[in-house]
């Protein structure tokens, strides 16, 4: 280990000590990010209507507790696709981490399987996805899929050939979204230089230092490596914008497709709908996961949390409901947990830490929210995941005139 590499793990050791919730994570990595940086991470599409009702959504329930149950032997663990994890969440799917955290990919598939949790790894990464899959054998692959057939066959034969075992095909991204927020805080793809940019490096020393020039002088500009069969372009290329290019003509057909020449586990991610969720299930999809991708893809979506019950009460235990967006707390957990959630995937928070703190961040934030999860078991009256059903929770009255239910509710006078 390198004087180097000493001074930044006793920098993360003393960070991690006045870490008490997920939150306090971001409060870190906005002081430690390029603005830039940060900004692609904590945005959304347009207005970011989507993001602040993904928040909002935990709102609207409260916890109907049980008491005297005798909770000492209880547990987290959960079964999932026929794997066990110790806990009922895993880590999302994030595009360009390694930009965030030095080998990004590779700390959050590490930390995921040191607390024994799934990591999805983003098709959007700088990082070989046989890098990551030879680190943490267990981590997930996500693709977005590419606009034609003999590339969307030759990239998963390339998932398959690298080991993964469960591909998660994301869904909601007919057309790229209208990230104003990146604009607006400076970032771009490509990645262009220029003196803004050259001035948040150099005040931010610690990221220059311990990620960017790092990640340059041992691996070179970072490339899109994982959106086709072969590697895609560097991140500062002016035609990098290529490697995401048309995808509005992908239908339901691509999916059969894909279900018949992948043999291990199928997910589809990006479900809002309980007909489209039906569908993927017919298809042959293994599970499905709700999301309206962060906020990140058409603003104005609906809240997963509220997609949530329709979608479970469809599948009715066919295949597993996933769901991810805005998570932060066990609390957040429970109650996607009672509206029929079987895993729940969590993610700026987890990056946040990888940024500030690299593996022992990843970790951190994983045992933060077991602890949490664990303690919130015992003061809701259950010992297991499977005991959380709706009968553990009550719709609140929304304060003004959200929807959380399905008739408007106005309180605003």
């Not at 999932?80 to 969440?89: C, R």
């Not at 590419?146 to 994301?170: H, K, W």
């Not at 957990?333 to 961040?361: E, H, Q, T």
Request: proline share 5%; hydrophobic share 40%.
């Amino acid at each position: 280990m390198t004087t180097s590499d000493v001074s930044r793990s006793r920098r993360s050791t003393r960070l991690l000590q006045n870490i008490l919730a997920l939150d306090d994570f971001e409060v870190h990595a906005r002081r430690h990010l390029p603005k830039p940086l940060y900004g692609y991470i904590a945005g959304a599409s347009e207005t970011n209507a989507s993001l602040k009702r993904n928040a909002e959504a935990f709102d609207a329930y409260s916890f109907r507790t049980r008491v005297l149950r005798d909770v000492s032997g209880r547990s987290m663990k959960t079964i999932l696709l026929g794997q066990a994890y110790e806990a009922p969440f895993g880590i999302a799917p994030m595009g360009i981490s390694a930009l965030m955290a030095y080998r990004g990919d590779i700390v959050l598939a590490k930390g995921a399987e040191e607390t024994g949790i799934p990591m999805i790894m983003s098709g959007s990464s700088l990082t070989r996805l046989e890098d990551v899959v030879a680190t943490a054998p267990k981590s997930w692959f996500q693709a977005y899929l590419p606009g034609e057939p003999d590339r969307i066959a030759a990239l998963v034969d390339r998932v398959a050939n690298a080991g993964f075992g469960t591909l998660v095909l994301t869904v909601d991204t007919a057309a790229l979204a209208n990230r104003e927020n990146n604009i607006r805080s400076g970032f771009s793809t490509p990645l262009r230089p220029s003196l803004r940019l050259a001035w948040q490096g150099v005040s931010h020393p610690h990221w220059t230092l311990g990620t960017f020039l790092r990640t340059i002088a041992r691996h070179g500009i970072p490339h899109f490596e994982n959106s086709y069969a072969t590697r895609g372009a560097p991140i500062i290329a002016s035609n990098v914008m290529r490697d995401f290019g048309r995808k509005d003509h992908l239908n339901w057909s691509h999916l059969e497709q894909i279900r018949e020449r992948w043999k291990g586990h199928l997910v589809v991610k990006g479900i809002l709908h309980p007909d489209d969720a039906d569908h993927a299930a017919n298809l042959g999809a293994d599970a499905v996961i709700v999301s309206n991708h962060g906020g990140r893809q058409l603003d104005g979506a609906m809240a997963p949390l509220r997609a949530l019950p329709d979608v479970a009460e469809r599948i009715d235990g066919r295949i597993p409901v996933m769901i991810d967006g805005s998570f932060r707390r066990g609390t957040d957990i429970i109650k996607a947990l009672a509206l029929g959630a079987d895993f729940i995937f969590v993610g700026r928070p987890f990056l946040y830490a990888a940024s500030v703190a690299g593996r022992n961040g990843v970790v951190k934030a994983a045992e933060i929210l077991k602890t949490e999860l664990h303690r919130n078991m015992a003061l809701l009256g259950v010992t297991s995941i499977n005991e959380i059903g709706e009968k553990h929770i009550v719709a609140d009255a929304p304060r003004g005139s959200y929807l959380y239910q399905d008739e408007s509710i106005s309180l605003s006078s």
